[in-house]
Nanobody, 119 residues
Framework: QVQLVESGGGLVQPGGSLRLSCAAS????????MGWYRQTPGNKRELVAA???????NYADSVEGRFTISRDNAKNTAYLQMNSLQPEDAAVYYC?????????????WGQGTLVTVAS
């Protein structure tokens, strides 16, 4: 069984910063792409940022230049540094990973962490 556990969400004022972490655990052979998604009530879950196993990244236009995704392969952990947060960034943020377990590939989701941006 593979689990993703997110942490680092909370309340921040506009213009502030937060750093989210996503730690993967279980019988993992390899973690391929890891990503962060977010979702607000009534809306679809949207991709925020993703990073491949070799470090290639892509970002949603709305966060480009403000958010940075990174990963520590030795710790099976991904991070999302969020700067210059705005009220429209408020959402539940979910970690996602494409994981290989021997010859089986799985897509795994975390439970989500809430980010609130308010004065």
């Amino acid at each position: 069984q593979v689990q993703l556990v997110e942490s680092g969400g909370g309340l921040v004022q506009p213009g502030g910063s937060l750093r989210l972490s996503c730690a993967a655990s279980g019988s993992i052979s390899r973690i391929n792409t890891m990503g962060w998604y977010r979702q607000t009530p009534g809306n679809k879950r949207e991709l925020v940022a993703a990073i491949t196993s070799d470090g290639s990244t892509n970002y949603a236009d709305s966060v480009e230049g403000r958010f940075t995704i990174s990963r520590d392969n030795a710790k099976n952990t991904a991070y999302l540094q969020m700067n210059s947060l705005q009220p429209e960034d408020a959402a539940v943020y979910y970690c996602n990973a494409d994981v290989s377990i021997t010859k089986i590939d799985l897509e795994v989701w975390g439970q989500g962490t809430l980010v609130t941006v308010a004065s």
